[in-house]
């Protein structure tokens, strides 16, 4: 045998702070997820919600993300949904988690944490786990840039 257990989860993680109040980003991340997502994640070019609205626990969708040309089609359920505090997505068909958090600093100020992780790599990958958890944490740190534009160029 050589060894070669299960992998790793492979994350980016960052965080930042927010000029708006945590309902407001919970809001805007969490309840109104399949209109916003695409808009701070950009690589994302379908977005389907397969179940009935309100987003929540349970709820599903369906996205195909373009990477460096190449589509990955991928279904999702919302498995944490505790308002205004955190939000977090598990892939059905894909191996992979996403996670939001939020904490307020104070009256206007909230502190959103962002975290995507590979539940595992395909062994083929495995060699390249340095050049993926190096673009995933580039990608983490982009989406709390983005979303921190959003929210602070929307009015309130």
């Given at each position: 045998?050589?060894?070669?257990?299960?992998?790793?989860?492979v994350?980016?993680?960052?965080?930042?702070?927010?000029?708006?109040?945590?309902?407001?980003?919970?809001?805007?991340?969490?309840?109104?997820?399949?209109?916003?997502?695409?808009?701070?994640?950009?690589?994302?070019?379908?977005?389907?919600?397969?179940?009935?609205?309100?987003?929540?626990?349970?709820?599903?969708?369906?996205?195909?993300t373009?990477?460096?040309?190449?589509?990955?089609?991928?279904?999702?359920?919302?498995?944490?949904?505790?308002?205004p505090?955190?939000?977090?997505?598990?892939?059905?068909?894909?191996?992979?988690?996403?996670?939001?958090?939020?904490?307020?600093?104070?009256?206007?100020?909230?502190?959103?944490?962002?975290?995507?992780?590979?539940?595992?790599?395909?062994?083929?990958?495995?060699?390249?786990?340095?050049?993926?958890?190096?673009?995933?944490?580039?990608?983490?740190?982009?989406?709390?840039?983005?979303?921190?534009?959003?929210?602070?160029?929307?009015?309130?």
């Amino acid at each position: 045998m050589l060894g070669l257990g299960a992998a790793k989860p492979v994350s980016g993680q960052a965080e930042g702070l927010v000029s708006c109040s945590a309902a407001r980003v919970f809001e805007y991340i969490a309840d109104q997820f399949f209109d916003n997502y695409p808009k701070w994640c950009p690589q994302v070019v379908e977005l389907e919600q397969l179940s009935a609205p309100p987003v929540g626990i349970g709820s599903r969708g369906r996205q195909v993300t373009r990477d460096r040309g190449i589509d990955s089609e991928s279904t999702f359920e919302v498995t944490r949904f505790e308002s205004p505090e955190k939000l977090e997505i598990k892939g059905a068909t894909e191996p992979f988690r996403s996670s939001y958090e939020f904490h307020r600093e104070d009256e206007g100020t909230t502190r959103v944490s962002f975290t995507f992780e590979l539940e595992e790599l395909d062994l083929v990958m495995r060699p390249f786990q340095k050049l993926i958890r190096v673009a995933l944490q580039d990608g983490a740190t982009q989406t709390i840039e983005n979303i921190k534009n959003l929210l602070e160029e929307q009015p309130a």
